[in-house]
């Protein structure tokens, strides 16, 4: 222990030093302080943007592949995606029309109301039992009752081929990075990237590449959705038994059967865990995915927004929420679903698919029954129901009643938090933050992890990003440490008592399924647009994990620790700050890790507010369909996400090694 301090103790005087020296450059850097120290002259910056945009021009205007420009390639993928989309979109929304635009005519309505919610009330049924066959049911119900039925079918529409799409494409690469060790170290790097670059940078090529319009959506949604599918595949292949895969050796089996008739059967549990990830990041893309020509509950909520419509948007925000349980829960139970075997002898179609063929049944008699009752075909207008009225009377009497508390703490916030902080970091000399994200990854990771951190701080300053990139770190920064400040102390509280856990988990389980652009809308309403603004929303999204990480962590402290920490006589306040804290400490920071993730990606979304940083710059390429500008912008968040995800990791596992826990 002495030796620990003492290796400690160079550290700590150095980090008391930096401190010092920092608050010493932010009061003398006006005076003292050439202006290239805080401000990045231009003259040395790295045209990366321009010259992305230069290749993305090149590669739509003169790029061939073979006998076809590289633009015909892409327009023909998209083509071939739309093909199965339209389908979708006419089975579930439209009905099969005949004729373009205004002068399309409906031949065959879509599949009837009644016959969806019976289709998926027999898959909870199923799956698992009657309670998930009424839960999914009743959430489908909920979409016909509160006038959302036919958004929530394009939605769905878009859901039920992109998902497989998103499958299918995480399956066969995770299966080649389970094959291949060179494969799984070349793509590790580009998923970290695909995971933690925001959403709208996803949006700028596909958009340049692909059009504007659903399909350019959908394989939006597809890219983004895929890389869970493509860890939890090798996580799934390589937990399967090795006795498992002898015994498909001894039996004879080639290199692709073993693949296909041993491990992925054998690792479908955990598989279709990827299935449920897709699915929900699927779900997750719709809004924003909206922005380059989607429909659906994502464009309601989107214009919604735009409008400062309170009621509509949170009721198509609430219907994503709706469709997302529903869809959750029945990839959870197919995915624990054990297989039943068939007694021999039934060999008959009904008793070899009695349920599909009972679903087909009533589907077919649902849509005959719609030709001739309008009800059955298409939910009646006269029996929906709206609640968009009273929220927008809640906001009101809000604005009413609390305006000037409001205000008074947004003033305070502003004056004394918020605006001295940004002012700190636009002041830091960027050779100073630049050798202090440097030394903390020395201190935490070694040297390896000293030149990564360096590495990408050095890109975001000489590609013109730097104060861009600190108002960035500073929105982050403030609202992590505030959903920290409530989420640790809730999680504590939540531990210790079950029936709490259970309403907690319900509240943070709601709060992590409400599409991003939900939080803005009420925030908007309340507070105006800026800083402030984002702040809230970005806290409100973002606090969840550490609620959730904070509680498991306390909750799995060893009991034999606990029960002797009481046995020594500790009181409840030093068994919770001497043993409980200290040993949940490796997962709390995980969650604070994860809330950092979340404050990232709720950042881009708060462009839409007024903030003037990172997100600012990929929105604005969005709209101008700039694609250097949205790219390196977006690498640039994506940067910061992963320094920050380093040197968390590597703190985590320095409290580890010093708590004995690995």
């Known amino acids: 222990m002495a030796s620990d301090r003492v290796a400690r103790s160079p550290w700590r005087w150095f980090w008391s030093g930096a401190l010092v020296v920092s608050f010493g450059l932010y009061y003398l850097a006006g005076e003292l ?68 635009g205004s002068n399309a005519e409906q031949i065959l309505p879509p599949l009837s109301w009644v016959a969806v919610i019976a289709v998926v009330y027999l898959m909870g049924r ?18 016909a009752l509160f006038g959302q039925w036919h958004s929530a079918m394009v939605t769905l ?64 949604t597809i890219i983004y959705a895929m890389p869970p599918m493509v860890r939890v595949t090798m996580l799934a292949l390589r937990s399967v038994p090795d006795e498992v ?88 139970a197919y995915a624990a679903r054990t297989p039943t075997g068939r007694a021999g ?74 605006v001295p902080v940004k002012r700190f970091l636009l002041a830091m ?40 990139a600190m108002v960035t770190v500073y929105l982050t920064g403030i609202s992590v440490v505030i959903a920290a400040l409530i989420g640790i102390p809730v999680g504590i509280a939540a531990a210790g008592n079950d029936r709490a856990w259970r309403v907690v988990q319900a509240c943070i389980d709601t709060l992590q399924t409400l599409p991003s652009f939900v939080y803005l809308i009420p925030v908007v309403m309340l507070f105006r647009v800026g800083d402030f603004s984002a702040m809230i929303a970005i806290v409100a999204y973002a ?25 020594s006589g500790c009181t409840p306040r030093q068994l919770l700050f001497k043993i409980r804290l200290p040993l949940a400490m490796p997962e709390i920071m995980l969650g604070i890790n994860q809330t950092i993730m979340l404050a990232l990606s709720m950042l881009v979304i708060t462009a839409l507010v007024g903030t ?10 969005l709209t101008k369909a700039d694609t250097g500008r949205g790219i390196v912008a977006g690498l640039s968040v994506a940067f910061i996400a992963i320094i920050a995800d380093r040197l968390i990791a590597a703190g985590s596992n320095r409290v580890r090694r010093r708590l004995g826990l690995q």
């Open 33 to 100: 302080l050439p202006r290239a120290a805080t401000r990045y002259p231009a003259a040395w910056r790295i045209p990366l943007k321009d010259d992305i945009s230069a290749f993305m021009n090149w590669l739509i205007e003169d790029a061939t592949l073979g006998l076809v420009t590289f633009k015909e390639f892409t327009r023909g993928i998209a083509w071939v995606l739309e093909q199965p989309l339209n389908l979708a979109t006419s089975l579930f929304a439209t009905g099969f029309l005949s004729g373009v």
């Open 126 to 143: 199923y799956a698992r039992d009657v309670k998930l066959a009424l839960l999914v049911a009743g959430c489908f119900g909920y979409l």
């Open 157 to 220: 529409s878009s859901i039920v081929i992109a998902v497989p799409f998103g499958v299918a494409g995480g399956l066969l690469l995770g299966i080649a990075g389970y094959r291949w060790r060179a494969f799984e170290r070349a793509i590790t790097p580009v998923l970290d990237l695909m995971q933690t670059i925001p959403i709208f940078a996803y949006l700028v090529p596909i958009l340049f590449l692909f059009g504007f319009g659903p399909v350019a959506a959908m394989i939006g």
């Open 245 to 332: 895969v002898e015994f498909g050796r001894m039996a004879g089996c080639t290199r692709r059967q073993l693949t296909w008739k041993v491990l992925v059967p054998s690792a479908s549990s955990g598989l279709m865990v990827g299935v449920n990830q897709v699915i929900m990041l699927s779900l997750n893309m719709v809004i924003i995915a909206s922005m380059i020509g989607a429909g659906g509950l994502g464009y309601d909520v989107l214009t919604s927004l735009r409008r400062l419509d309170i009621g509509a948007g949170i009721e198509a925000g609430v219907a994503i929420v709706v469709l997302a349980i529903a869809l959750d829960r029945l990839s959870q």
């Open 345 to 418: 002898g039934e060999t008959s179609l009904v008793k070899r698919h009695p349920w599909t063929l009972l679903a087909l049944g009533i589907v077919v008699a649902a849509y005959l029954g719609g030709l001739l009752f309008a009800a059955l075909a298409e939910f009646p207008q006269a029996w929906q129901i709206t609640t968009g009225p009273f929220w927008t009377a809640l906001v009101k009497w809000v604005n009413v009643n609390f305006y000037d508390t409001l205000e008074a703490v947004k003033a305070a916030l502003l004056i004394n938090v918020l």
């Open 429 to 468: 000399p960027w050779a100073w933050v630049i050798f202090l994200v440097a030394a903390a990854g020395w201190w935490l990771g070694g040297w390896r992890l000293s030149l990564l951190t360096a590495a990408l701080s050095t890109f975001i300053l000489v590609t013109g990003q730097w104060a861009d």
């Open 543 to 567: 606090v969840a994990p550490a609620i959730r990480y904070t509680a498991h962590g306390i909750r799995y402290v060893p009991t034999e620790l606990v029960e002797a920490g009481i046995v």
């Open 612 to 621: 003037r940083d990172l997100g600012q710059e990929v929105y604005i390429a």
